[in-house]
């Protein structure tokens, strides 16, 4: 094994590999040493040291210093041995350097083989210390291979992967496609380390605020909280530590300018930026916008919050498919219970015609009672008393004489098999739920996903992993047929079948019209994936 030039050739490794020079001197003399014992048999006592100045490994025998050697192998005469140390005695352990250059083509392979080895581990260590620090951060990089739905993402000087799970559903990608991704672990195995993206995680939509808004990175604003359902829309509350800032206007940009980059990052996914409030009525209120809410009751013990809206609100306080009431629900922390003035007005007209029953409760009070939320005869059972003498014309006996009379009623309707609670449910609900003279059908017990033409247990699980839970979502993600095969494994045939069934349930369920869908089933086996 040639030593010349060896000083160079560590030089060379640890500026082009990035490894550190007293791993490669370890490496270089833990080949050697390997080779060496190939040679020379493991019996040997052997050591291989570095020597700077000469750029050489050299490789070294210890051996014990006798008058009479019986095994050559481990002892050395006297006479020999105060030729290579004159101060050495008998007894002492004395080093006999060994010729390292002809250790024969075996041993050369094992120390080729060592150093390839140290260097690839050594590489391994140090992309996984690059990267270790990293989790929290963003990454950027370009698709190199998708398995399985997972994509495979070059980033550099390593690999990572972004599984399924972690993608936004209405997103697809192709190789060489630019990616930004948000690291949530990374990991040592045997094949190095590895890097797991994601890009649903809410620490992707706070750091890309970061980037785009400076006082954010400068700390001036700050985002208190932050609700996600990845792909559709997000919401974040966010607060100013300096009074001439306006949050929601730093955040926001010129234009739109700084919300739109996030926006189109996120590959038009709706954002809501509202201003955060010590007040938790008003931060509520503030995080159900766009819709403008009338009242708000809290139930601290319940950590609920009865919140009406005027009607025309109604449908854009709740959002899609319940959308923004739970995005808001999840900022706040707060469980929250929508309902419109006029299915509270009509619960409170009934609740008064109930109240005026309860001996001693005049239409004032009744119409009192109302209007600070009692709109139940268990509202005011479970009354505490101190809330109720509040109220004008009530002192403490007087409250408490109205909640047994409220009890003493509640018992005389149920004796008679009324049940005023569910009544006044029933008249705060919509009359027009049910089309007249309509017959209610037989129910469909399967999971939703299942009931799509094509779409199987396996299938339904990588749909849901993906952020489709029903029907609706697959209709409004809008996904291309190729995509849609792409991303889920399956042939263009059997996508085009399941978008096609997809969009005939949606519109049934929308004209309430049924449509025929195609008989058949559309089997992987019968197309290749285009």
């Known amino acids: 094994m040639p030593q010349a030039n060896l000083n160079y050739l560590i030089e060379q490794i640890e500026r082009e590999k990035g490894i550190s020079k007293e791993v490669v001197i370890e490496t270089l003399e833990d080949a050697l040493l390997k080779a060496a014992q190939k040679k020379y048999g493991l019996q040997d006592d052997l050591e291989a040291h570095f020597n700077e100045e000469v750029g050489e490994v050299e490789l070294f025998q210890f051996k014990t210093v006798v008058r009479k050697v019986d095994d050559p192998h481990i002892e050395i005469g006297l006479d020999e041995a105060k030729k290579l140390d ?29 150093i390839t080895q140290k260097v690839h581990a050594a590489e391994r260590d140090q992309v996984y210390d690059d990267y270790k620090d990293r989790v929290g951060d963003l990454i950027a990089g370009s698709v190199r291979r998708i398995e399985r739905g997972n994509i495979i993402i070059d980033v550099g000087r390593t690999e990572a992967i972004l599984y399924a799970k972690d993608q936004s559903p209405r997103e697809t990608y192709r190789v060489r496609d630019r990616i930004l991704a948000y690291v949530i672990d990374v990991t040592k195995t045997t094949k190095g380390p590895q890097i797991i993206l994601s890009r649903t995680d809410i620490g992707l939509l706070l750091k890309l605020f970061e980037m785009e808004v400076p006082e954010i990175a400068e700390g001036i604003v700050q985002i208190a909280s932050a609700a996600r359902e990845p792909g559709f829309r997000s919401k974040i509350a966010v607060t100013s530590r300096d009074p001439d800032v306006d949050p929601v206007g730093a955040c926001v940009g010129m234009k739109g300018s700084r919300v739109q980059n996030i926006v189109q990052e996120l590959r038009g996914e709706k954002i809501d930026i509202i201003v955060w409030h010590q007040d938790p009525v008003k931060y509520v209120c503030n995080s159900l916008a766009p819709a403008i809410v009338s009242q708000v009751l809290i139930d601290e013990d319940e950590h609920l919050m009865e919140v009406t809206v005027p009607d025309d609100q109604l449908s854009l306080a709740i959002g899609t498919r319940g959308q923004n009431v739970r995005l808001a629900s999840q900022l706040t922390g707060w469980r929250i219970d929508i309902q419109s003035e ?188 285009e």
């Open 86 to 114: 004159p101060d050495t005695e008998i007894g002492d352990s004395i080093g006999v350097k060994l010729p390292n250059t002809d250790f024969g083509r075996i041993a050369v392979q094992v120390a080729k083989q060592v």
């Open 342 to 529: 006029s299915k509270v007005e009509r619960m409170a007209e009934h609740a008064r015609e109930i109240y005026q029953r309860i001996e001693g409760v005049s239409p004032e009070l009744a119409g009192t009672l109302t209007q600070l939320g009692f709109l139940g005869i268990d509202d005011i059972v479970k009354a505490d008393i101190d809330d109720l003498k509040i109220i004008p014309g009530l002192n403490e006996q007087a409250a408490a004489d109205l909640v047994r009379r409220a009890g003493e009623l509640k018992e005389k309707l149920r004796a008679e098999g009324i049940d005023v609670d569910a009544q006044l449910k029933e008249e705060g609900r919509s009359r027009s739920s049910r089309p007249q003279g309509s017959t209610p059908l037989v129910e469909d017990r399967r999971p939703e996903l299942l009931r799509i033409k094509n779409v199987d247990d396996e299938l339904m699980e990588r749909l849901k992993e993906a952020g489709f839970y029903t029907i609706s979502d697959l209709y409004d993600a809008n996904i291309d047929p190729k995509d849609f095969a792409e991303k889920f494994n399956v042939s263009m045939r059997k996508a085009r079948a399941i978008l096609h069934s997809v969009k005939l349930k949606s519109e049934k369920g929308k004209d309430g019209v049924a449509q025929d869908e195609p008989e058949g089933d559309a089997s992987d086996s019968s197309e290749s994936m």
